[in-house]
């Protein structure tokens, strides 16, 4: 079995940060591309960041120079590191891994954390 738990989220006014992390844990073989993505209430989840196992990073437009996408490979956890925060960042924020791991018997699939909220402030 393999877990991806978020923590750090929040209440923060405009202009503010906040850090979250994604931990993954169990039977885990390797981690490859890992991400952060967010849902809004009555809108779709978007993208916000991507990282590889390289640490090759991608942003979403709206979060370029704020936000900052990172991993600690030794410790199978990935960071979003979010300055300069907006109402419009309030939203629930999920982390994505493709995750290999090895149980009974070897997979590989994607897995999501179950959120935390970020609720920005105006």
């Known amino acids: 079995q393999v877990q991806l738990v978020e923590s750090g989220g929040g209440l923060v006014q405009a202009g503010g940060s906040l850090r979250l992390s994604c931990d993954a844990s169990?039977?885990?073989?390797?981690?490859?591309?890992m991400g952060w993505y967010r849902q809004a209430p009555g809108k779709m989840r978007e993208l916000v960041a991507t990282?590889?196992?390289?640490?090759?990073?991608n942003y979403a437009d709206s979060v370029k120079g704020r936000f900052t996408i990172s991993r600690d490979n030794a410790k199978n956890t990935m960071y979003l590191q979010m300055n300069s925060l907006k109402p419009e960042d309030t939203a629930v924020y999920y982390c994505?891994?493709?995750?290999?791991?090895?149980?009974?018997?070897?997979?590989?699939?994607?897995?999501w954390g179950q959120g935390t909220q970020v609720t920005v402030s105006s």
């Open positions: 994505n891994a493709d995750i290999s791991s090895r149980s009974r018997t070897y997979s590989r699939r994607t897995y």
């Open positions: 169990g039977s885990i073989v390797s981690i490859h591309d």
């Open positions: 990282i590889t196992s390289g640490g090759s990073t």
